[in-house]
């Protein structure tokens, strides 16, 4: 089993759909709606922010704010008039939603560029890992990863998070395990990110499985402005991340 982190999301919020999607052959697979379509859009539109100039600095791409969103609006039309994504059809709600979505995804856009044009760029985007720890497999990508040992994921919903999910949510437990892992196995990696020598040999349980020290940020783009919550988490927060994978696999 290669534990991910919508494999875990799935799980805790019903383990019937972690089974008939992750899990039995052959696999059930769902038809994204509207608002997940618009989500995996913007994510994948976010990698594409940043270039490297002639001086080897990273960049924004687009020169201004109404650039940007009206590319993201041709690229959306693009998607509107195939019909899928990732290679599934889009269960649309009425003929008129991909349209209300293409205007919140244009301003949505543009308080991106506001926002990331002010900004450091990040030190990587779209992170893949793939490692084994305690006897799991995890694999997944971290959306970006800045200075300071930050971690941002980005989410394109319109609600506050609740408290207690930036408390105990398992996907930030996961990417702080995923970061720190990463540091351990490339030292060039840890340096990057501001890592040193002596704070990776302390980590992988020798004493920090999880270290306070990584910066979690949860960044909530669909609201009237782009807010960033912050979290973290520990050695406790993992225990508790096994004991409910225990669970899960339980069930299974």
Known sequence: MIWTATKIDDGTFCIMSLWYQHIREPR?????????ARGIFL???MEHF???DKQGNIVPKYK???TFANTAKVRWNFIVSRGTTQGREIKWKD?????????????ISKKVYEKYSQEEAPLFIEVPFDFHFDGRHYRGKIDEIRKNMTIRDLKTGHRKPEEEKLLVDPQFTLYTLAFMSMCYAD???AETCGVSREEVEKWNGNPNILSEK??????????????IYEAKRNNNHYFDFCNMLS??????
């Open 28 to 36: 059930y697979i769902s038809s994204p709606n509207g608002a997940m």
């Open 43 to 45: 994510h994948k539109f």
């Open 50 to 52: 940043y270039k490297t």
């Open 64 to 66: 201004s704010a109404k």
């Open 95 to 107: 003929k008129k939603e991909p349209w209300i979505l293409r205007a919140e995804i244009m301003n």
């Open 187 to 189: 030292r060039r990696f």
């Open 214 to 227: 990584v910066k979690l940020e949860y960044c909530l783009l669909g609201g009237e402005e782009i807010k």
């Open 247 to 252: 669970g899960l696999e339980e069930q299974i």
